[in-house]
Structure formats: C-alpha cells, structure tokens
C-alpha cells in the first residue's frame, strides 16, 4: 500500500525559500503522476505543480519561475523548492499521486488518487 509523508514546511518571511519533500513508501513511486497541492483557509485546494514519470513538469501560473519541482526515484522522494516565497504562498501543502497512468498529468486534484497529510506553509510579510 502506497503512503505519501510530506516534511519540510516552516515559517519564512516574504523572500525567503522552502524545500518540501515528499517521501513515497510504496514500489510504483515513479510510474504515474505525482504532483503538489495546497490549500489555503477558506479556499479551494489547488494544483501547484506536477511531474510526468519521463520528467515533464507543469506549474501553476503564479509560482512558475519561483518554485521547482523534481524528483529523485532512487528515494522514491518527490520534491518542491519554493523561492521569493509570498504571503499569498502561505497553506498547507500536500504531495499526491496516482495508482494507474491517465495520461499527461495535470493540476487538477481529481486526477489523483494517493495523498499525504501535508505540510504547513507559512509565509510573513
């Protein structure tokens, strides 16, 4: 049974940069999208950032440029370096994945099956 622990979240002030990690227990680690999401108080969760088993990645528009996305299979450990950190970053954070291939992988939460429990991120002005 696949289980995803994410560690790595803090409290920074605006600027200032975070890398969360996703650590994945299970045998199928790099077979299938893996992504991250977040989701601030009061708001929906949204898509951040997601990467195909042959590496392609995708961001969300407001932190392209800011935040990295990769990925080492020999941890079975996804990762998210976040850069220029901003108020508006600030929400937990959550690494997800699937257990079959869908196709190109997107930002959208549905199209995930396997989450963690997340990680909180804070960001001061």
């Known amino acids: 049974q696949v289980q995803l622990a994410e560690s790595g979240g803090g409290s920074v002030q605006t600027g200032g940069s975070l890398r969360l990690a996703c650590v994945n227990s299970?045998?199928?680690?790099?077979?299938?999208?893996r992504g991250w999401f977040r989701q601030a108080p009061g708001k929906d969760r949204e898509g951040v950032a997601s990467?195909?088993?042959?590496?392609?990645?995708k961001y969300k528009d407001s932190v392209r440029g800011r935040f990295s996305i990769s990925a080492d299979d020999a941890k079975n450990t996804l990762y998210l370096e976040m850069n220029d950190l901003r108020p508006e970053d600030t929400a937990m954070y959550y690494c997800?994945?699937?257990?079959?291939?869908?196709?190109?992988?997107?930002?959208?939460?549905?199209?995930?099956?396997?989450w963690g429990q997340g990680t909180q991120v804070t960001v001061s002005s």
């Open positions: 997800a994945t699937d257990d079959l291939w869908r196709g190109p992988c997107s930002l959208a939460g549905y199209d995930y099956t396997i």
């Open positions: 299970g045998s199928t680690a790099n077979r299938f999208c």
């Open positions: 990467i195909e088993p042959a590496g392609n990645t």
